[in-house]
Structure formats: C-alpha cells, structure tokens
C-alpha cells in the first residue's frame, strides 16, 4: 500500500436557534502524500467554547490551531503519544492565553479528536463532545462524556433512568483551559473497514437528535448529506445550542495490523427513560399562541416577526411530540473531583440489568442497534408537514411544488421498502424549508 486511505468527509457548524454567537470550533486535515499518513494520520478536531460569548469562541479557536499545528510537528514515538502531547499543548495555549488578561480567566473548551492512520483509529479526548463510529447497523459511541451525569453513573450513585431526576445535564467534570494540566482520555486503537462511518460532534447535536437517529442517518446519507440533516434536526427541534459535526466515510482502508481495542458485541441499548420536562399541553399552547401571532405580524407588515413566530411554533410542536429538552439554565463549568473511581462500577449490585447493557468501563460506552428508519421516518414526515404548514401561514418563499413532489418520492421508496431513499427525499425537503429559516433568521445558517 503506498497511498492513502479513501475517505469521504463534511463538516458542518451552526449557531443554533437560540444562541447569539458561536462557540464551536473544527479542525479537518487530511494527509496528501503515504508517508505523513502513514506516521501521523489524517486528523479531525471539534472544540465546544464554554465562558461567554468571547471567551468561549476564543478556547476552541485557540484549540482547533494549536492543537493540528502541534500533532503533525511533534517528534513523538508513536500516534498515541502524539495525540496525547497535541492534547496537552492546547490546553497550555488556552490556558497561558487566559493568563493574558483577566477578562479570560476561566475560559475552556471541550476537545475530541479522531486521528486515522496506519495505527488504526485513535481518539484524544476532554469533555463532552462525542465521537461514534458507525458499523453494520450499529451506532458505538466511543467516547466517555466527561459530565456530572456520566460521573455519577459509572460511581453507581445514579442509573441511566433516574440520572435525569437529580443531575443538571450539562454540567462537565473536565476541559482544556482553566488549569495548568489536563487528563486526556486516548482511546484505541480501533479497527478502521470500509463503509465504517466516523462522526465527531458537540453536544448541542447530541442535546437533541438520540443515538438511534444519529445512527440511522450516518447509514443512510453520504456525508454532506447526513451533517446537513443532523444539524437540521437538532435545530427543528429547539437548537437550544450550537451544534458542529464532522461525518468521515471510509471507503478504502489498508489490511492493518492492529490490535484493536473494540470490545465485543453489546445488545442494542434499551431507549433511555424520558426526563421530567415541559408538559406537552404547554407546549402545544406555545405552539398555537406563535401561530397566531405570526399572522398578526404579517398583518402588520413584519415578516420578520412572522418568521420568528412561525419557527416557534413549529419547534413548539415537534418537541411535543418528540423531544423533551434540558433544564432551562443548565450549567456548563467545570465541576471539582468526583473522588476515586470502583475498578469496575458496572458490577455493583444496585445498578439495574439494562443499565449494565447500555454502559460500559471501556470502549464502546455504549452500542445502539439503528437499522430501523421507520421512526426517524415518521419523524421526518411530520417534521416537513408542520415546516411546509408554517411555510405557507407565513408566506415564505418556498418552492411547494417541490416540496409536494418529494413527498410523494418519500412515500414510494418507504412504502417500496427502500428507506436509504426515503430519507434522502426528505432530507431535501426539510434542507429546502430550514435553508429559509436560517435567511430569516438573520445569517446564512450553516457553515
């Protein structure tokens, strides 16, 4: 083998529905000639700011540059010793920056990193951005969160159905920035075999669009699409948050000699119990109480306004129906030692059987099966219906003819069992109507 790999990537970055700035940050570089792939790897970085609008931006930016720079000059022994040092050095950027001037003192960021190389699939890792690889129907997520809520699971002080009731969800327990040293999580090497899918991605995704989901669009789309329509969802849904996306697609990969760090197959993970939220009569209020404002705004010439309303209440809706979103106000700082970890919390006795199957000590931390579209399906119809609806109350500009004649598609290729082609129709429908909310929105949207 004396070329590299063939790999297919996009990425994707977006502000989100309710955030002013944003805050996350990626990195992409991809190895030209054998011999750099071969010692280093082609590289993929995500970088999730926390600490205000500035701040927060400033860390990830500082992350995504420092941290490539260093990977590929480092002299180091091997990939794991490379990323780990890369790791380090952009904590030391981050953090001798916030010595600069006060204003950024305590400024962080979240960090994952996914190096693909002739070592096989390598992964730094600090915070709660996630890395999952994607592999014949089943979505492995191959990363440990960094969060209070996961803390608290793996020390057997809460289940994975409870944890909702007595942890914020996105409070973090580590991050590049605040201190002088950091503790990086390098997971791997992972076995890399073509029509594998690697997707790195920032929470404000994953706040919003489960695993199953995730999953079943990484097997479905190519990757333009599949980051296209991920963030898509998560805005449909609320975009309480910035959301950022990297899908790499392996499409030919060297024999290598790897001994992977896979583990053995898992059950499919029970779904997860839904969290205490907004009562859906609420939120179908909302979502009534927004449709009628938005033709009160037409009426009164701000379309503006219209859209505003219109976006609301379709968002209102669908997470009625669908989504259950975090605590208002939920905090994302650091948070002080957990104290020492049981060598193997999983085996504690008070810890409930399907907790054990969606959670482990080692990678993969968790393993969704995600060959059944039929509910993303049904979510994406009902998604184009309610956009198409809040299209036409607020008189967007937005080809219907269209939108009717790929709905039609999506129906046959379901109907004719072929859901890859299903999804891809509605993908485009929903692309076409969130490609008008984000003009109205005042940006272009995504990046």
Known sequence: MTSVPIVQYASRTDVGMRRAANQDNLAVRVCPEFDEWNRCGHLFVVADGM??????????????????????KLDAVDVES???????????????????????????????????????????????????????G????????HSLQWEMIRLGRATAENVELYHPRNVIT??????????????????????????????????????????????????????????????????????TVIVVRIDSYPDLN????????????????????IPVTLMLLVALISLGLAGWTISQ????????????AVAAFLLSRYFRPEPAGAARLPVASLGPLPDDPLMDPSMSSSLRSSFRTSPPYRTVDCQNAQGLLTYLAEAQSELAQAARDSSWQVDFEELTQLGRQATAAN??????????????????LMKEIYQRRGTSGIN
């Open 82 to 136: 490379r990323l780990r040092q890369a790791v380090i050095a952009a904590n030391k950027a981050i953090n001798d920056k916030s010595r600069e001037n006060r204003e950024f003192e305590g400024m962080g960021t979240t960090c994952s990193v996914l190096s693909l190389s002739s070592a096989g699939a390598m992964i730094g890792h600090v915070g709660d951005s996630r890395v999952y690889r994607v592999r014949r």
């Open 51 to 72: 600490g205000g609008h500035a701040v927060g931006d400033l860390a990830s930016r500082i992350t995504v540059s420092t941290l490539p720079l260093a990977y590929y």
């Open 258 to 277: 790897v001994r992977p760090s896979d583990s053995s197959p898992l059950p499919p993970a029970p779904p997860a119990a839904a969290s205490a939220g």
């Open 174 to 243: 580590r991050c590049l920035g605040p201190d002088l040293s950091v503790q990086v999580d390098v997971e791997g090497p992972f076995s890399v075999e073509p029509s594998d899918v690697f997707m790195l991605c920032s929470d404000g995704l994953t706040n919003h669009v489960n695993d199953e989901e995730i999953g079943v669009v990484l097997s479905s789309l190519p990757p333009e699409k599949s980051s296209r329509l991920l963030i898509d969802l998560a805005n449909c849904r609320g975009g309480s948050d910035n959301s």
């Open 138 to 145: 089943r979505i492995e997520q191959l990363t440990f969160d």
């Open 301 to 312: 010439g701000r379309p503006e306004l219209s859209a505003i309303f219109a976006i609301t």
């Open 415 to 432: 109907q004719s069992e072929k859901p890859d082609k299903a999804i891809r129709a509605r993908a485009r429908a929903i692309e076409l």
